[in-house]
């Protein structure tokens, strides 16, 4: 119960709902049923992910082909996963018992859990996870219900500004929890070689600038510590 509660104290929750109307929206608009929208956001569970998901269906792709495009795009969250799980694991933790919380991590969850986690004592950090990421989708469900049934009257521009507040947020909210060195470097060059990587137009513009920037804050805290 106490993570299902944590869901009022984060400024995402309500990020969620509104980039979760747009979902909704979206899936109306594509000719989806509300049972099925439900289901991806419930199996997905990732935005963009979901958005690529209806898009692809939408547009006449195969099954195959939208499985493998959600599939990429879902690579980026591995390390989140990576990072998070042994902030709640226990010598005597079972690896099933951590599936649950492995499924519902994903950038919302990430973010939230290197805020709350230090808090949480150790012992309780599976089930505190569990509540706060059953909470988060549970809010995404409502809003999927909303969105869909309110597509009439969402137009095309307010969905696109619906659906830009995901990616928004998490920059802020990745900037708030940037404590070391790397981090700011890492954070500052992902944005400053965006626009650099996008001009290579190919489509894998957020994971090049991503692993540039990544790699160099590394090498900038492995230099630290030599130092040190």
């Not at 990429?72 to 649950?100: D, G, Q």
């Not at 909470?135 to 969105?147: D, E, F, I």
């Not at 190919?202 to 805290?221: K, Q």
Request: proline share 4%.
């Amino acid at each position: 119960m106490w993570g299902l509660r944590s869901i009022r104290q984060t400024i995402l929750t309500l990020v969620l709902f509104a980039t979760y109307l747009g979902i909704g929206a979206l899936a109306h608009d594509s000719h989806f049923s509300l049972l099925w929208a439900l289901c991806s956001t419930l199996f997905v569970w990732a935005g963009p992910a979901q958005i690529i998901l209806i898009t692809t269906l939408g547009s006449g792709a195969t099954i195959v082909q939208s499985a493998i495009a959600v599939t990429v795009s879902a690579i980026r969250l591995f390390p989140m996963v990576v990072s998070v799980l042994p902030l709640m694991r226990l010598p005597t933790t079972k690896r099933r018992e951590l599936y649950f919380a492995a499924h519902l991590t994903a950038v919302t969850l990430w973010v939230e859990c290197h805020r709350f986690l230090p808090q949480v004592p150790r012992e309780r950090r599976i089930a505190f996870v569990n509540g706060l990421g059953f909470g988060l989708v549970s809010v995404c469900l409502t809003a999927n219900t909303v969105g869909y049934f309110l597509a009439a009257n969402l137009t095309q521009t307010l969905g696109a500004a619906i659906l830009m507040l995901t990616p928004l947020s998490f920059l802020f909210s990745t900037a708030r929890n940037s404590r070391e060195v790397a981090d700011v470097v890492a954070l500052a060059l992902g944005v400053l070689l965006y626009p650099i990587a996008a001009k290579m137009d190919s489509g894998l513009d957020i994971l090049v600038s991503g692993l540039v920037a990544g790699t160099i804050a590394y090498g900038v805290h492995w230099w630290r510590e030599v130092r040190a």
